[in-house]
């Protein structure tokens, strides 16, 4: 076995890290192989692997129980949301192999980390993308395949460039949307948008769908702590992509479906993200702003601005309708159409029925893209009224 190690120093939390970077991953990438082999979500009755999945279930918990002992939890946000990670992972990974071993540390742990910070008491995406420190170029995974490595890296780029889009779509408001300066900011708006597009695309040419349905899938399953049953890690729980959703105006935080979308993922995005969700439900949109200003009269740096603002808001919708169509269907709608009657139950990771986890991601990407259906309206009419405005005002100038 080769040790991949851990930071300087030998505390309990030191030694859950290392092994988690390394027994965890080895047991874990064993039972994948097996599973794999048969083309099954899991195998039972195999002495061999029930060997492992107890290693998994056993080593896992002793490690966290003397997290427990050790004392005080970690003083830092960081340190404890970190924490929280490691107990989520090996948390997912007795749910993913469904093994039975002493969970109630990691639950009581969990519990107590989750409360400090405020979440969900489980892993979460971002554990994966945003809080995993690598040591030796290894970040912490379930398993060392490679379609693993693809899926996290092309989910945490897009993560990272939407982020980067939020960022400067929330500098616009104090500026204007007439300002010279704002011209820079939709500039990268749009360049970040188009980075999300082009990470999915990366993504969906080089993840295997079996690896992913078999593989990867699994470990964000929803799963108890304690009493209660907490829905699955999720690639888009992070206030990015929402904060885009309403500083364009495709989205409307009065919207109770909308409103539903945020109440949810709440608890499941970083402290740090709730502190943005709260923050940009009370923002005017930027379709609101630049359509009172046009109304009044487009003047030139208005009209560039606009135009370069229509077009991130077709980036964005882009981007998603690329991710529903090309991502979501193929690579989980079109896999579960073959799975056991007995599985069906347990294909999403956000808890509800597969048909109803798709037709709400079908909804959103709907007003993403702002496609009008029979009693779903959009924001296609003021994003229309937007572009009238300033074709006219542009054609007006140049006579």
């Given amino acids: 076995m080769t040790t991949v190690g851990t930071t300087t120093g030998t505390t309990a939390v030191d030694r859950l890290d290392r092994w988690i970077r390394n027994e965890f991953v080895e047991y874990n990438t064993v039972l994948e192989e097996a599973y794999f082999a048969e083309r099954r979500e899991i195998v039972h009755h195999r002495p061999e692997l029930e060997k492992i999945k107890q290693s998994v279930a056993i080593e896992g918990g002793q490690l966290i129980g003397a997290v427990s002992a050790a004392g005080p939890l970690p003083v830092g946000a960081r340190e404890k949301y970190q924490l929280l990670g490691m ?3 090996y948390l997912a990974a007795c749910r993913r192999h469904e093994s039975a071993g002493p969970v109630e540390p990691a639950w009581s742990l969990a519990q107590l980390l989750g409360s400090a910070l405020g979440v969900a008491p489980r892993f979460v995406f971002a554990h994966q993308a945003l809080y995993n ?3 030796r170029d290894r970040y912490q995974t379930f398993t060392s395949l490679e379609d693993e490595a693809v899926f996290l890296t092309n989910n945490g ?3 990272l460039a939407y982020q980067r889009a939020a960022d400067a779509l929330r500098r616009v408001p104090p500026m204007g949307v007439s300002n010279p ?5 939709l500039e990268t708006a749009l360049s970040a948008l188009e980075d999300v597009l082009q990470f999915d695309q990366t993504l969906g040419k080089t ?3 079996e690896r992913f349905f078999f593989n990867i899938r699994p470990y964000f399953k929803s799963h108890r702590v304690g009493a209660v049953e907490y829905r699955g890690a999720n690639a888009g729980d992070f206030s990015a992509i929402n904060e885009i959703d309403l500083l364009l105006g495709l989205c409307d935080a009065r919207d109770p479906f909308y409103q539903n979308v945020i109440a949810e993922k709440y608890a499941y995005v970083a402290p740090e ?3 943005l969700l709260r923050a940009v439900v009370d923002e005017e949109s930027l379709l609101a702003k630049f359509l009172r200003e046009a109304e009044s009269g487009a003047g030139p740096q208005l009209r560039q601005n606009a135009e370069l603002f229509l077009a991130v808001c077709r980036a964005h919708g882009a981007a998603y309708t690329y991710h529903h169509h090309r991502l979501v ?3 989980l709608v079109v896999p579960a159409e073959k799975a056991p009657a007995d599985r069906l139950t347990e294909i999403t990771a956000s808890g509800p029925p597969l048909d109803v986890v798709v037709a709400g991601l079908s909804r959103l990407s709907d007003l993403r893209s702002a496609r009008d259906r029979p009693g779903a309206p959009t924001a296609r009419p003021a994003l229309e009224r937007l572009r009238s405005l300033v074709s006219g005002a542009l054609v007006t100038s140049e006579q």
């Avoid at 300066?181 to 900011?185: A, G, N, Q, S």
């Fill in 329 to 331: 269907k193929p690579f």
């Fill in 133 to 135: 420190p690598a040591v």
């Fill in 181 to 185: 300066l704002t011209t820079y900011l």
């Fill in 157 to 159: 780029l897009a993560v």
């Fill in 273 to 275: 993200d709730q502190v």
């Fill in 207 to 209: 993840l295997d769908v």
């Fill in 87 to 89: 107990v989520g992972f």
